[in-house]
Nanobody
Framework: QVQLAESGGGLVQAGGSLRLSCAAS????????MGWFRQAPGKEREFVAA????????FYGDSVKGRFSISRDTAKNTAYLRMNSLKPEDTAVYYC???????????????????WGQGTLVTVSS
């Protein structure tokens, strides 16, 4: 069973940067695609970004394109989300996710993934 552990959330001013980490452990976790979703208070969950098991393919949600970057250290089995030019509307709980299935934008953008982390809060002050 794959387990995910997020870290790196916190409080940052608008325009600032933050990096989230997600360490995966468990059987076959290195072959899973990994990604991030977020959910702000009173809003639906939103797809943020995803990266294939090899790190060679990435997808991004429209609201973060050009500002956020996802990467992966395959040796450490850890995914990272670098968030730049943060805005107050980026405030949310960010959830790491992983899935062993065929890596594609449709599955990830709709949140059809099998493993979820506990979430880490990111607060952007204006």
């Amino acid at each position: 069973q794959v387990q995910l552990a997020e870290s790196g959330g916190g409080l940052v001013q608008a325009g600032g940067s933050l990096r989230l980490s997600c360490a995966a452990s468990g059987r076959s976790s290195s072959s899973h695609g990994m990604g991030w979703f977020r959910q702000a208070p009173g809003k639906e969950r939103e797809f943020v970004a995803a990266i294939s098991w090899s790190g060679g393919t990435t997808f991004y949600g429209d609201s973060v394109k050009g500002r956020f970057s996802i990467s992966r250290d395959t040796a450490k089995n850890t995914a990272y989300l670098r968030m730049n030019s943060l805005k107050p509307e980026d405030t949310a709980v960010y959830y790491c996710a992983a899935d062993p299935g065929y890596f594609n934008n449709y599955t990830w953008s709709l949140g059809y993934v099998g493993v979820w982390g506990q979430g880490t809060l990111v607060t952007v002050s204006s």
